[in-house]
């Protein structure tokens, strides 16, 4: 099977002129053939505090009403979308900008209430993705760059977490190729000593996962990020690392931690 | 060569939420493979407002300035593209939003500035435009729906306007298709007299085009739209109907104006 690399690249790169040309290059230098999910950032929610949208937080996380819906589609697959696929072209990367509607790619449910309502938030099943569409726009030498929205089939769409995006199209993916997916984010890694950058853990299998969560060394929001990586090693993918998106490009198999399955 | 249906549709349609739903439903039954470029309607004025940037018109067209071109981008690539492309998707045509940098399908250039500084306004040449790609979606059963942002290669996007696009991608897929260009607006067909939607002139050649103008009949943005079909004819392009969407899309070749070059 042929090796196709997926990378998830976060708000950190995105919110930042700079760092996202540098990883623009970088990622359009990639020989495999390659697909980029990418997350938010920060101008999402400065549109919504111009237009006088209060986001209303639901344990933390954003609650997606009818205006919130209407801001992360103009901005993920609007304005960060095409602003990413314009510069990915100068870099003579052919690429094309989806959401999970385009192709219907994919397909989502709306989150149940149960007493908790997130609004217009969408929950994946991997297996209803639509692989042959990806399949067929990579066989033709295309770069899907995809926003983090979906849909549910009905005409309705949904915002979708881009961690949980990456990670359900590498499992969707893994039976066509041999995945790589690539989880980049503001630090060089796990850390095993969150204050020192230096602290990076190489590589993280199951039973070491299920110890550091013990210790406390591994918490918070990192802990949904590997149950993502284990989730998509069980299904099929190759391989999952985590990591500055420079490094983890630049080097490749000696930066970030690896996540292995034993 | 098969036929290929492109449509373009404006403002009016798209600012109704059930006009534009009564016109997927009849754009989702057409049989022969189509293309939709959807243009942008009041959304982008009104969020322009809202964020306090005013627009500044040149010679009776908006100015694009680097404020505007975020807006438009976000609007028309996102919000419109994205709805457009779910409500599709519920009536079963599989649908792909795309903007003129996916794909590199619809590559221009900034216009220059001769004393009139449009700012990111782009301009096309319709044998650059990347047909290939469109043929590809199309063979593979997907219906490319278009927002009005194309790209200058270099990274920057650009704003271009709607029916330009529309003629363009007629222009350069009539090589490939049967086109069958049709121009939606809001009234039933080029009229006589302006003040009686009776009064729909059921045909236009290229010799009566030059008598409606003199005689004042045709005048003001009837013109560019109409340089725009008989440029469309010229170059290679089956047939061009001007007329109100439900009436075109449901009855087809009895109603609005035929554009005919003898």
Redesign the interface.
């Known amino acids: 099977m042929e090796t196709l690399t997926i990378i998830k690249v976060g708000g950190n790169v995105i919110d930042n002129e700079r760092e996202l040309s540098t990883f623009l290059h970088l990622f359009s230098a990639l020989k495999t053939p390659k697909l980029l999910v990418h997350g938010g950032g920060k101008i999402a929610t400065e549109l919504s505090k111009?237009?006088g949208i209060h986001p209303v937080l639901v344990e933390g996380r954003r609650m997606t009403d009818a205006e919130t819906l209407?801001v992360v589609?103009?901005?993920?697959?609007?304005?960060i979308?095409?602003?990413i696929?314009?510069?990915l072209?100068?870099l003579h990367t052919?690429?094309?900008?989806?959401?999970g509607?385009?192709?219907?790619c994919i397909p989502a449910t709306k989150r149940e209430n149960k007493g908790i309502d997130y609004g217009f938030a969408g929950d994946i099943e991997y297996n209803k993705i639509n692989a042959l569409?990806l399949q067929?726009l990579l066989n033709?030498q295309?770069t899907p760059v995809v926003a983090p929205?979906t849909?549910d089939?009905?005409?309705?769409?949904l915002n979708t977490n881009a961690d949980t995006i990456a990670s359900s199209l590498a499992k969707a993916l893994s039976k066509l190729y041999k995945i790589q997916l690539l989880y980049c984010f503001e630090k060089p890694g796990v850390l095993s000593n969150a204050n020192d950058e230096n602290s990076v853990i190489q590589k993280i299998n199951k039973k070491l996962f299920e110890q550091l969560k013990q210790e406390g060394v591994i918490s918070g929001g990192m802990i949904p990020k590997l149950d993502n990586a284990f989730d998509a090693l069980n299904a099929g993918v190759e391989s999952v690392l985590i990591g500055e998106a420079k490094q983890l490009l630049q080097t490749n198999t000696h930066a970030g931690t690896k996540i292995t399955l034993s």
């Open positions: 111009k237009l209407k589609t103009m901005v993920y697959a609007g304005l979308n095409k602003s696929v314009a510069q072209q100068a052919n690429a094309i900008g989806i959401c509607a385009d192709g219907n569409f067929q033709n295309y929205i849909h089939g009905k005409g309705q769409l």
